[in-house]
Nanobody, 120 residues
Framework: QVQLVESGGGVVQAGGSLTLSCTVS????????MNWYRQAPGRRREWVAN???????NVENSLKGRFTVSRDNDKNVMYLRMDKLKPEDTANYLC??????????????WGLGTQVTVSS
């Protein structure tokens, strides 16, 4: 089973930067796509960005220009670089992986998340 562990969260002043990491238990060759989501108290879970198996990336429209998703294929790590952070970026950031099982079914796997708090 795929295991995902997020890290890199913390407290940062508005306007600052932070880079999150998601370490994956197996090669990206077996993962169809990976996503970053975030969820703040009292708000619905929001999709942030993703990177497909082939390496192409997408970022939510409102976050383009500030957030960048990438990966290290040798280390099996996905990154989320966040620049010019705003208080409204405060949330628990979660890593998601989509993987095709041996039975042909695509399954979702989730990490526990890492907390990002942006102070004004």
């Amino acid at each position: 089973q795929v295991q995902l562990v997020e890290s890199g969260g913390g407290v940062v002043q508005a306007g600052g930067s932070l880079t999150l990491s998601c370490t994956v238990s197996e090669s990206f060759d077996t993962i169809r796509a990976m996503n970053w989501y975030r969820q703040a108290p009292g708000r619905r879970r929001e999709w942030v960005a993703n990177i497909a198996q082939a390496g192409n990336t997408n970022v939510e429209n409102s976050l383009k220009g500030r957030f960048t998703v990438s990966r290290d294929n040798d280390k099996n790590v996905m990154y989320l670089r966040m620049d010019k952070l705003k208080p409204e970026d405060t949330a628990n950031y979660l890593c998601n992986a989509v993987r095709r099982g041996d039975d042909g079914v695509f399954n979702d796997y989730w990490g526990l998340g890492t907390q990002v708090t942006v102070s004004s």
